[in-house]
């Protein structure tokens, strides 16, 4: 059996099996969590419910308490701004009280973090990636890991189809440039003058695009060269069949049923790829996979799309390279320091910048939520801490 803990998707190693747990999970939503009962009530007890400590999810945890204020006591460590142990003291909660912790990327769940609450059994957390958790020292403690966004897949492969073609069409930046065109035609011209007016006007503004501008690319044909093919992978592959691209890709092993070219060398990969579409996980051997010697290997007319994230691609050598124009452009939803965003990115035309915002769908929001609150529900009514969470 490999480690304690491991992701769902984004899996570097990813076998396109699904996690176990959620394969046998077939308990439905309690009927507590159901329940019609008074919410003021509940309210007023709610220091007799079962504390879960709450991470990092300020956008997606109104959806999930509005789903389950009855069951839980709600710790929210991410509205603190003091260190866990004296949230906690301030809440008057005993740190080994607490069994779970619900969580997303957006905060860490670090060893220090795991190694405060002794009673910890599970964190659940509605992501694809666990990067965000220590996952060794979850494994020394016996304490289960659950990512819940499986079904995220589909939102982040349109994502990332939506950032190339916004790279390659520079969608954005023309965006941005039509809105400096000047003030809306005076109205008390003829018809006819109105007509001819238009017609200088798209001439000189499509001659003024294409000098600030340059051309733009087709997508058609491209070769597209896929890092990492697992859920999200494999979708995105789907997606860019449909415009003739030819797709390639690098993982850990080659996939047995996949015709896909395989390179097991990412600088090959490149080499060979006009386009490469990181969708890997975060971990040691992925760490900065995407280096200089990389993106060099891409050339001039390369481009780069990260819906994994950020530290897969050495994130100071992407800046020189873009600005060096030794690679073409770049669609990221993930940048290596987030928040941060390195300054140079925010003045090139060719780079397509979202806020992590990939699986950002209220349809994938809905369903994690509730895919979480049944892991938890499934966790404290069985209390199944020694059941297996691996896949194969
Ligand atoms: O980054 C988002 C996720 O891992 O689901």
């Given at each position: 059996m490999a480690e304690m803990c491991s992701a769902i998707d984004l899996d570097y190693n990813e076998t396109g099996s699904?996690?176990?747990?959620?394969?046998?999970?077939?308990?439905?939503l309690s009927t507590s969590s159901m329940a019609t009962g008074d919410q003021h009530n509940h309210k007023d007890n709610k220091e007799q419910l079962r504390p879960l400590l709450v991470f990092g999810p300020p956008t997606i945890f109104p959806v999930f308490e509005a789903q389950n204020f009855h069951n839980y006591r709600f710790l929210k460590a991410f509205s603190s701004q003091v260190p866990l142990r004296q949230f906690l003291t301030?809440?008057?909660?005993?740190?080994?009280?607490?069994?779970?912790i619900f969580c997303n990327p957006v905060q860490k769940v670090s060893a220090d973090v795991i190694r405060l609450l002794p009673s910890?059994?599970?964190?659940?957390?509605s992501s694809t990636g666990t990067d965000h958790i220590d996952l060794v020292e979850c494994s020394r403690h016996g304490i289960q890991v659950v990512s819940t966004a499986g079904d995220h897949a589909g939102d982040v492969a349109d994502m990332a189809v939506g950032l190339l073609l916004d790279v390659m069409w520079k969608i954005s930046a023309a965006?941005?440039?039509?809105?400096?065109?000047?003030?809306?035609?005076?109205l008390n011209l003829s018809f006819g003058s109105k007509v001819l007016l238009i017609l200088l006007l798209v001439q000189s503004m499509g001659a003024l695009y294409i000098a600030s501008f340059g051309f733009v690319f087709q997508l058609k044909g491209k070769r597209v060269g896929i890092v990492g093919l697992g859920k999200i992978?494999?979708?995105?592959?789907?997606?860019?069949?449909?415009?003739?691209?030819?797709i390639m890709y690098n993982s850990r092993n080659?996939?047995?049923?996949?015709?896909?070219?395989?390179?097991?060398?990412?600088?090959?990969?490149?080499?060979?790829?006009?386009?490469?579409v990181l969708c890997c996980s975060l971990n040691e051997q992925t760490r900065h996979i995407i280096n200089r010697e990389v993106m060099l290997g891409l050339g001039k007319d390369g481009v780069i799309i990260n819906v994994g994230r950020g530290?897969?691609?050495?994130?100071?050598?992407?800046?020189?390279?873009?600005?060096?124009?030794?690679?073409?452009?770049?669609?990221l939803d993930v940048f290596e320091n987030e928040p941060k965003v390195p300054n140079e990115l925010f003045a090139l035309d060719n780079v397509v910048l979202s806020p992590h915002a990939s699986s950002f769908t209220s349809d994938?929001?809905?369903?994690?939520?509730?895919?979480?609150?049944?892991?938890?529900?499934?966790?404290?009514?069985?209390?199944?801490?020694?059941?297996?969470?691996?896949?194969?």
């Open positions: 699904k996690n176990k747990y959620f394969d046998s999970l077939t308990v439905p301030e809440q008057k909660v005993d740190p080994s009280s607490i069994q779970a910890l059994r599970i964190i659940v957390t965006d941005l440039h039509v809105r400096k065109w000047g003030p809306s035609m005076p992978g494999t979708a995105v592959a789907k997606r860019l069949e449909a415009f003739d691209c030819r080659e996939k047995p049923f996949v015709s896909y070219p395989f390179y097991s060398n990412v600088v090959e990969l490149a080499g060979n790829s006009d386009v490469l530290a897969l691609i050495d994130e100071k050598e992407l800046v020189r390279c873009l600005m060096e124009a030794e690679i073409w452009g770049a669609g994938s929001f809905t369903e994690s939520c509730k895919r979480s609150a049944e892991a938890l529900e499934v966790f404290f009514s069985s209390n199944i801490s020694s059941t297996p969470l691996l896949d194969d």
